[in-house]
């Protein structure tokens, strides 16, 4: 009898910006090895697959890249981060039905279902041309879907008190109008923009999908909120992709020497680390001036990695005289750094796989949101999980930055940080295990893309 898996050709679409792209490609690439019979086309823009381009010797012969589809935007325009996005979600249909055209063509197989990146909506138009199954990924922290699922809601019954709790929001009452990301509460109003719209149209789309993938553990989630989510959609499977989840770096790998430098520091806990993510726009000036300022006077030993062009904002000679128990770099390996065991603070944007790492490596957390789920994964840190703090006031002033690592570094509240941060990378272990609920989740995932 012939392999049905053999005339499987699934298309998997990402949305080719910030954190998202590497996720969804190591979802193909998982399935891709799951399924070694099936073909699987990933298609995206010319300028995204350069983010991919270390990945490349871990693809499966199965695993088919393509620059296939346009990003929106025309050659010696400049464009802002916003205007790049807007552009490529304003492609239409017609732009990503070229991307499988020129892939059937190749592999000569038809595509049998799509996987795409939920933010990259016109791949649902694609998949009901073609009768096949639509199956959108979630890459942000997955309580965010409640946010759009009730958005209508939040807006009705909301007002400008950032501090006024979400307590309608089925195992989220912790949630606050400040936590949210800014498009919830643009959509109607003279902000509102393509992304706005997008995530808007999601509350009636997702529902239509076969399976909406959401890359977390679904023990980490408030029950109550799995049980909503799950009422509202057709399947809901947790298939975590975090890049804390990919192989380690090599050992010998310390080109910025902060690795053998973090060899030399006092055991105990005691090192501050800084990050603000590789796509976050960095902290305001006044605000990277009282980071410095907080770890001069602190005494703390740090690294911080912060690009060369900001460090001309920092205050003058600000990294001579702190040379010798201080690194700024321009990169640094972060999952290797924050698995050492002189690290006993993460200063961080709150980012999905920032907060993933810092909770996996019983981290610490000190939590300064910007934009998109971040203000979630701060709240959601710090009242659900136990694992930090957000930032007094939400924004870094050097007294405010002082009394947090004093918090988590000295006094004896920093102990139950410590230990919050152990359970959940024990849960964390045991729902990857082999017998482990994203396992199973993974399992009817692949079940699903390969049923006749």
Known sequence: MANPEENKHVAVFPFPFSSHILPVFNLALKLAHALPTSSFSFITTENSMSTLSSSFKTKPDNLNLYTAIS???????SYNPIEIVELFLQTGPENFQKGLDIAVAETKKPVTSIIADAFVTPTFDVAQALNVPWIPVWIPVSCSLSVHFYGDK???????????TLDFLPGLPMLRVEDLPHDVLMSGTEKENVLTKTLVSLSWLLPQAKALVVSFFEELDPPDFVHDMRSNLQSMLYVPLFT??????????DATGCLSWLDTQQAGKSVVYVSFGTTVVQPPQHELVAIAEALEESGFPFIWSLKDNL???????FIERTSTRGK?????PQARILSHGSVGAFVSQGGCNSTMEGMSNGVPMIFRPYFADQGMNARLGQDVWG???????????KTALLNSLNLILVKEEGKKFRENCSKMNKIIQDAAGPKGSAVQDFKTLVD???SP
Do not use: Y
């Open 448 to 450: 699903l893309i390969s």
């Open 311 to 317: 460090k001309g904002l920092l205050p003058k000679g």
């Open 244 to 253: 804390t989840l990919s192989p380690p770096i090599p050992m010998d790998d």
């Open 71 to 77: 990003d929106g935007t025309q050659e010696g325009h």
């Open 154 to 164: 939040i807006r009705a019954h909301v007002n400008i008190n950032k501090s006024k």
């Open 328 to 332: 700024v770099l321009p990169w640094v």
């Open 387 to 397: 694992i930090g703090i957000i930032i007094e006031g939400r924004e870094f002033t």
